[in-house]
């Protein structure tokens, strides 16, 4: 059975960083791609970052653009988030996904991806 699994979540304070990291495990798969999305309590799971394996294409929200950054080893099904100048906004559970389909896709999208984990915290205060 695929996995994803998230590592790397906590609680630091505004202007710190994290660096999320995320491994498939439990299968052998296609991956095209890989992406972060975070979810608030009472708000839906937004877009974050994402990386197209095919070209090293990479796409950031423009709230995150410039203080995140998103890497990764497609033949180790891995992927990092490095989150700089951490902001109170940033708090929300961080998810990983990967797109197991080849051809274009929207790399912003949540339907464009197959496989999630089960998501880490961070907590940026005050």
């Known amino acids: 059975q695929s996995q994803l699994k998230e590592s790397g979540g906590g609680l630091v304070q505004a202007g710190g960083s994290l660096r999320l990291s995320c491994a498939a495990s439990?299968?052998?798969?296609?991956?095209?791609?890989m992406g972060w999305f975070r979810q608030t309590p009472g708000k839906q799971r937004e877009f974050v970052a994402a990386?197209?394996?095919?070209?090293?294409?990479?796409s950031y929200a423009d709230s995150v653009k410039g203080r995140f950054t998103i890497s990764g080893n497609n033949a180790k099904n891995t992927v990092d988030l490095q989150m700089n100048s951490l902001q109170v906004e940033d708090t929300a559970v961080y998810y990983c996904?990967?797109?197991?389909?080849?051809?274009?896709?929207?790399?912003?999208?949540?339907?464009?991806?197959?496989?999630w984990g089960q998501g880490t915290q961070v907590t940026v205060s005050s």
């Open positions: 439990g299968h052998a798969f296609s991956n095209y791609g």
């Open positions: 996904a990967s797109r197991s389909s080849m051809g274009m896709y929207a790399m912003r999208s949540e339907s464009s991806y197959d496989y």
């Open positions: 990386m197209r394996w095919s070209d090293s294409l990479t």
